[in-house]
């Protein structure tokens, strides 16, 4: 060994002499000892299974060296900072006047819309037909909706013009048009100043069921009574004696004060009554 060698460097180089003769003698003892337990062994057979010798782990010749340095972590680059739009400011409340909002009819008072409701009807005429003909709506505005129906009935039946014709004193179409009233409205119809009934009589029979149960309803006392008008053209001679010989028999004053008035429009007159 030189003899101007560093220290350091010449206690490192023996340190590795002396492990590669140490590693040296312990692979020549296990090898040896290999040896004697093979010869200690009895002779095998030609048949017998060879024995496996199991491989011994390798041995380390050289000196560990030292564990490489940890890379030192690396810093995530920086973002540049997030910019943000800047908001619009928001828009100004602005105050809707009240004339400006959007209005319905429902949105005027009670009183007005009535009025409303009375110039629509101002030039309606409500016509009572037969009973086998076909039936039409009074007005459009019954249609609109269940208040303004509520609304309008009452005025029909108490302002509008009502005609009805009837012929041969068959009252079968106003008797139906009056089940279909509404008993809360037959107080607005008793209101009607401007109710007709126009009588058309012909040689035929006259019919006296739908007859009775009329004069029946407009002599009941319990029932707001409408103020019928009666019209016609006079009657034929023979319907005129028959027509007679009826309100004669009759014995209730009211269904008998009705039948005259009927009698009296088309000029059938009923002496010593």
Request: charged share 25%.
């Amino acid at each position: 060994m030189p003899a101007n060698l560093d220290p350091a460097l010449a206690s490192r180089l023996l340190s590795q002499d002396d492990f590669e003769r140490r590693a040296r003698h312990t692979i020549i003892t296990a090898l040896e000892a290999q040896e004697i337990a093979r010869a200690a062994l009895p002779p095998r057979s030609s048949s017998a299974r060879p024995v496996p010798t199991v491989p011994l782990p390798p041995m380390r010749t050289s000196m560990p060296t030292a564990a490489a340095p940890k890379p030192a972590p690396v810093k995530p680059k920086s973002r540049p900072a997030t910019t943000f739009r800047s908001l619009a400011p928001a828009p100004r409340h602005v105050q809707v006047d009240e004339v400006q909002q959007k209005l319905c009819i429902f949105d005027l008072p009670a009183e007005l819309r009535v009025e409303i409701y009375k110039l629509v009807l101002e030039n309606v005429i409500i016509h009572i037909l037969p009973l086998n003909s076909n039936r039409h709506c009074p007005h459009a505005l019954i249609r609109t909706s269940r208040q303004i129906r509520n609304e309008v009935l009452p005025l029909i039946h108490s302002n509008c013009r009502i005609r009805a014709n009837v012929t041969d004193f068959d009252f079968s179409g106003m008797l139906a048009w009056h089940n279909r009233i509404p008993p809360s409205q037959q107080a607005n119809l008793a209101k009607n100043q401007d109710l007709r009934v126009v009588l058309c009589t012909t040689s035929a029979k006259t019919t006296s069921i739908e007859l009775r149960r009329w004069l029946h309803m407009c002599a009941d006392p319990y029932r707001p009574q409408p103020a019928w008008s009666y019209s016609g053209a006079q009657a034929q001679k023979p319907v005129a004696n028959d027509l007679r010989r009826r309100c004669k028999r009759m014995t209730e004053d009211g269904k008998r004060a009705e039948f005259r008035r009927m009698l009296d429009a088309i000029k059938v007159h009923v002496p010593g009554l």
